[in-house]
């Protein structure tokens, strides 16, 4: 009779044992599945996160060698390499009676051999942009296609890289000039083209003013929107 009741109770126990472990292993597989799924997701998040933020920190990066060339009296240059995508900011020394090889006008520096790491100039800040989740290959300087207007509302329209580079250089007063001495709109356009027409964004200088404006594209006006 005992022996009979501690059999059935060892197969309920087995039984019981055996329905744990399906269930167990039910509950892993749907657990990485659903973490399989979320990952991706997540990775975007992030990635569009860090895309979104860009223009406010290239932004702050512009708006950085204005101040600094309008506080020491000399013209700063802000470049962006696409090659690298790395931004630099380089104070040109031009107002140094110190130095009389590099005390020059503004717009001298502008035609001066080596320009903007001219013999003067000092590399004062050098900044990554294609950080954390951004690959170097996903940011891409111009205009997505499928975007017919990129034309800013300040007139700004995209600003052609000399080589891989965009030099926009701040006179002592915060104006950004050509080598003639003209005022000149410099804009930066970029996008991530992993969402090409969701991060399409441009950052305009106005040369009168050397105002920085941020603009990102809306597909609803198809244009872009300070």
Known sequence: MNERLISKSDQRWSSEAGR?????LTVIAI???LTAMAVP???????????????REIAAQM??????????R???????DN????????????????????????????????????????????????????????LLYGVPTGISNSTLDDGGTP????????????????TVMDTAGNYVTRTFYFYNNQYPTQTATAISVLGSAGRVKIWRYTSGANKYVE
């Open 20 to 24: 744990s472990l399906i269930e167990t």
């Open 31 to 33: 657990a990485s599945l």
């Open 41 to 55: 997701q997540l990775l975007a998040a992030r990635r569009m996160i860090r895309t979104n933020a860009l223009p």
């Open 63 to 72: 708006r950085f060698a204005r101040q600094q060339a309008m506080t020491q």
């Open 74 to 80: 000399q013209a700063f240059t802000f470049q962006y």
């Open 83 to 138: 090659s690298t995508k790395t931004i630099r900011i380089y104070d040109h020394n031009n107002n140094n009676p110190g130095t009389n090889p590099c005390n020059m006008p503004g717009t001298q520096v502008l035609t001066t051999a080596n320009y903007p790491a001219t013999t003067c100039s000092t590399a004062v800040l050098t900044v990554p942009v294609a950080t954390g989740p951004i690959a170097p290959a996903d």
């Open 159 to 174: 600003t052609a890289l000399v080589g891989t580079v965009l030099n926009i250089t701040f006179q002592s007063d915060g």
